[in-house]
């Protein structure tokens, strides 16, 4: 527990420059990490063979001292019964697919412990059993005494020490908000290292995500999952694991975003405003945490080129941006950022592209006006001019962010 509380430190501590979080968003990397419990109510045929493996026989016929003494504790352990409990650790990746849909990478590590397990093998101790009852003259009494210690020394004990190789699909019912409900099916592969065997493993869960600021976030979900183990070797004189284990576990966890290629280009470059133009060094910047969409086209899928013409497809993708304006985001504001390529120098620290970006901008905001949006809701900018180096491809990105 230590060793996974300092690398959580160091993972909070040591890569928030590295990592960006704004809820789900298409495009983006995530990585996890998380630990889980059982609730108690496992079953499957795996706990059916610990219970037969833990409990001996119950041998009578004779009334003698030990062998009486020997069948109440054998009863009192019967009714005590056999539990299994699973734990398990994860750690894995997810990448946004597509705007509702994830997919995700990891390895789990599944243990199941029994609240009772034998120390000692039972052929061992039947074999001791036997010669003492021959050396005493009484086998009963040695076969119950046996008995006995069978069951005084066995402990709490894991049975199973399941890694697993994970695929999982992911749900977000909110994607791009800071409370992010989530539902995750998937399943793996892997070996068990505790007695052998293959085990498979399947998985459904619902869970809930909070992103606390931009760099992490923390996860709490609720799973029922089956292992099976197959391809194993029964031994003749000791435990062999086989059948399956099903049980519902409580997992709770942190994560980050990786921060995206065209996050790092939007952060690195300037943003001019409509309210007029402004020098290299009056620049107005506007932070990234509010954000709860984005869409990002090339010029050409909104303008017909060479003119600023707005052609059919892209007037049906500022129509869709409207839609959710009104029905999704209706107490949010869009900001149109329009990046176009360096021209010639005109005047000290600006390009005369400012005024290209800022017509197509306005004419976005005209067809957002036309479909009802208040002009209040909407600002017009551009981005580059004298400091736009990174990508020279002209683009248009629409934002809605929290007011």
């Known amino acids: 527990m230590r060793n996974l509380i300092i690398f959580l430190l160091f993972l909070i501590l040591g890569l928030p420059n590295f990592l960006q979080a704004q809820g789900f968003q298409k495009g983006r990397m995530y990585s996890y990490i998380g630990v889980a419990s059982g609730l108690g109510n496992g079953s499957g045929s795996i706990e059916e063979n610990v219970e037969v493996y833990s409990i001996p026989s119950v041998r009578s016929g004779t009334t003698v001292f030990e062998l ?4 109440t504790i054998l009863r009192q352990q019967l ?6 409990s699973s734990q398990s650790a994860e750690f894995g990746f997810e990448y946004a697919l597509f705007k509702y849909f994830g997919i995700g990478f990891g390895v789990s590590n599944q243990t199941l412990t029994s609240n009772r397990f034998p120390v000692i093998s039972f052929p061992l101790i039947t074999i001791a059993s036997l010669d003492l009852g021959i050396s005493s003259g009484n086998p009963d009494s040695g076969f119950a005494l046996g008995n006995t210690i069978f069951l005084l020394t066995q402990k709490n004990t894991k049975i199973m020490e399941s890694t697993t190789a994970d695929l999982g699909f992911y749900y977000h019912l909110f994607p791009n908000s800071t409370w992010d409900p989530y539902i995750r099916l998937g399943g793996g592969m892997g070996v068990d290292r505790k007695f052998g065997g293959r085990t498979n493993r399947v998985f459904g869960g619902i869970g809930l995500r909070y992103h606390a600021d931009d760099h992490l976030f923390f996860s709490g979900e609720l799973e029922h999952g089956n292992v099976y183990i197959v391809d194993y070797e029964p031994g003749s004189n000791s435990f062999k694991n086989r059948g399956q284990y099903d049980e519902t576990v409580f997992r709770a966890g942190v994560g980050f975003a990786f921060l995206s290629p065209s996050d790092s280009t939007e952060n690195s470059t300037t943003e001019v405003g409509s309210k007029g133009k402004t020098d290299g060094n009056d620049e107005i910047y506007r932070k ?5 969409e984005r869409y990002s ?6 303008f017909e080129f060479p003119s600023n013409r707005i052609h059919l497809e892209g007037r049906a993708r500022i129509d869709a941006i409207a839609r959710n304006l009104h029905n ?4 949010c504001e869009a900001i149109i950022i329009t990046f176009v390529s360096p021209y010639r120098d005109t ?5 005369d592209n400012e005024d290209v970006g800022m017509e197509r901008a306005k004419l976005i905001a005209k067809i957002l006006k036309d479909k009802g949006i208040p002009a209040s809701r909407i600002i017009e900018t551009t981005k580059g001019s004298s400091r736009f180096k990174n990508d020279p491809v002209e683009r248009v990105i629409v934002e809605i962010r929290r007011k």
């Open 79 to 84: 009714g005590k019964g056999i539990r299994l």
């Open 297 to 302: 086209f090339l010029a050409t899928e909104i």
């Open 328 to 331: 999704e985001y209706s107490d």
């Open 347 to 351: 005047q000290a620290g600006w390009f």
């Open 288 to 292: 990234s945490a509010n954000v709860m």
């Open 68 to 71: 009486a003494y020997t069948n």
